[in-house]
C-alpha cells in the first residue's frame, strides 16, 4: 500500500480515505451473531511505514528567535503571522501557527475540494508517528481527523503550517495502534497544502469510479462506528449513498447498476445501523424501510426494522418482523435471542394491561356473579311465598265446605 492510501485517524478518530486514491480492504457491518459489531473489519493503515525523520514538533512548540528571512516572508505576504498562534475554535484545544506563508488568503481551499497535503504527525514530546506524502482527501467529508478538516480550509496554498490538535480533535480516547498514538494524546501536525481542485462531476464518472468512491465512503462510515462516532459515520454513509444514487450521463451497464444498488443498500443498512445507536428510530426504520423496498428478504433489515419497532412498542408488529427474519435465517441466534425476550416482553404487558382493565371497570364479572345470584335467591322466595298462600287459601276453603256440609 502507497503512503496516500495510509488511513491517519479521524476527528475523535477519523482516518484518512484520499479520494482519488485506491480503496483499503472492504468492512462490512454486523456479524451473524451480532448485528450491532462490525464484521471483517480489517485495519485500513499500513504497519510496514518507512522510518520517520524527527519533526521537532517539540522545538517548534515554543516561540522561536525571529529569524530575517522570516520577517521578510512576513513583509511580502501581511496575510501571514509566523510568530502567532490562531485558536482555531476558540476553546484553546486546536491552534494553527504559519510556518511558511503562502499565496494569499484568494488561494485557500474550499470545502468539497479534494485538496493535497504533506503531513507529519508527532506526539507533543517531538517523538514523530507518522509521515504521508502527497496525501488526497475531500475537504470537509470527515475523510480526515477533524483538527486536519477544520485547519487546511483555513490554509493558502503552499503555506507550512504547525497544528497543536486535543486528543478529541485526532484520535480520542482510544488512540490509534497504526501510526502509534496512545489513548488521549494530544498531537502536532506539521501539514503544507500543495493542490485543491474541484471534486469530479458524478453525472461524468465513469460507474467504476462512482462505485469505488461510494465503497470508499462507507467503509469510512464503518471506521466511525468501530470507535462509536455514529454521527460521524452517519455523515460518511449518507455521502456514499449520494453517490450511488447520482445520475449518470455516461453509459451505465446492468451489471454496473446492480452494483451501485448493493452499495445503496449496504450504505443504507449500516446506517440503519448507526442511526439505532444515537436513537433516531423514525431515520433507522426509514432506512430499513428502503431497503426492503429494493430486498425485501434483507435480513439485516429486517431484523433492525423489528428492534426499531419494538422500541417504539409497536410489539406485535416488531413480533411479526422478527418472525420473517428467523424464517430466512432459522439458526441466527441473535433472531432467536431478540424475538425471545420481545415475546416475554409483549406477554408482560399484555398481562399489565388487562390487569389495569379490570381495575379500571372493578372487575365487572365478579359483580355479575353477584347479581345473577341475587336475582335468583329473590326469584326462589317469591316462588315459596306464593305456593305457601295457595296451600293455605285451600286449606281454608276446603274446611268452610266442610262445615257447610255438616
Known sequence: MADSDVVNGSADDHEVAPLAKKSAGASLLDSREDFEMLEHLED??????????DAGGGKKKSSPAKDPAKEDKSAESPSAEPEEWLDVLGNGQLRKKVLEA?????????????VTIHLKT??????????????????????????????????????????????????????????AVPPDADLLLEVQLLSADEALDLELMPPSERIILANRKRERGNVHYQRADYAFAVNSYGIALQITEASSRVDISQEEEEELLDMKVKCLNNMAAAQLKLDHYEAALRSCVSVLAHQPDNVKALFRKGKVLALQGEFAEAIKTLKMALKLEPSNKTIHAELSKLVKKHSEQKGAEQ???KKMLGNPSNSSVQKHRAKSSWGLSWKWLFGATAVAIGGVALSVVIAARN
Open 44 to 53: 485500513d493503515v499500513d504497519d510496514d511505514l518507512p522510518p520517520l525523520e
Open 102 to 114: 503562502g499565496a494569499g488568503p484568494d488561494s485557500r481551499p474550499q470545502k468539497g475540494q479534494n
Open 122 to 179: 508527532a506526539l507533543t514530546n517531538g517523538t514523530v508517528v507518522d509521515e504521508l506524502k502527497d496525501l488526497s482527501f475531500t475537504l470537509g467529508d470527515g475523510d480526515v481527523l477533524q483538527a486536519l478538516d477544520l485547519t487546511v480550509q483555513l490554509m493558502e496554498m503552499g503555506e507550512k503550517a504547525l497544528i497543536e490538535a486535543a486528543a478529541k480533535y485526532a484520535y480520542g480516547a482510544l488512540g490509534s495502534s497504526a501510526p
Open 355 to 357: 390487569a389495569m382493565y
